[in-house]
């Protein structure tokens, strides 16, 4: 059984800060791979960024270069994504998501159909 909770989720005007966390129980935390998928109301769910057990290798989509910031935990079972400088862009629902990793210790993106989700949380950029 896998189970990940997010929290941290907000309205922010553009400028702010906000701090995602995700906390994996079951076997959340043994997958390779954790990650931070967004999806804006009438597009696909698209990857943010993600990270390879304690981070050996992360992935950033080219919009959070620079101002996002993932990390993990794993003897607390914890994602979390800091998120600062936002934008209105970055609107939508964030979920967390555990999946395997490559076998070149990397983790893929493109793993929407295979992963496991959190239920996700609101972020609303104010411009």
């Known amino acids: 059984q896998v189970r990940l909770v997010e929290s941290g989720g907000g309205s922010v005007q553009a400028g702010g800060s906000l701090r995602l966390s995700c906390v994996a129980s079951?076997?959340?935390?043994?997958?390779?791979?954790m990650g931070w998928f967004r999806q804006a109301p009438g597009k696909e769910r698209e990857a943010v960024a993600t990270?390879?057990?304690?981070?050996?290798?992360?992935f950033y989509a080219d919009s959070a270069k620079g101002r996002f910031t993932i990390s993990r935990d794993m003897a607390k079972s914890t994602m979390t994504l800091q998120m600062n400088n936002l934008r209105p862009e970055d609107t939508g629902m964030y979920y967390c998501?555990?999946?395997?990793?490559?076998?070149?210790?990397?983790?893929?993106?493109?793993?929407?159909?295979?992963?496991?989700w959190g239920q996700g949380t609101q972020v609303t950029v104010s411009a």
């Open positions: 079951g076997y959340g935390n043994a997958f390779a791979c």
């Open positions: 998501a555990a999946f395997p990793g490559s076998g070149d210790l990397t983790c893929a993106t493109d793993v929407v159909a295979t992963a496991f």
């Open positions: 990270i390879y057990r304690g981070g050996g290798s992360t």
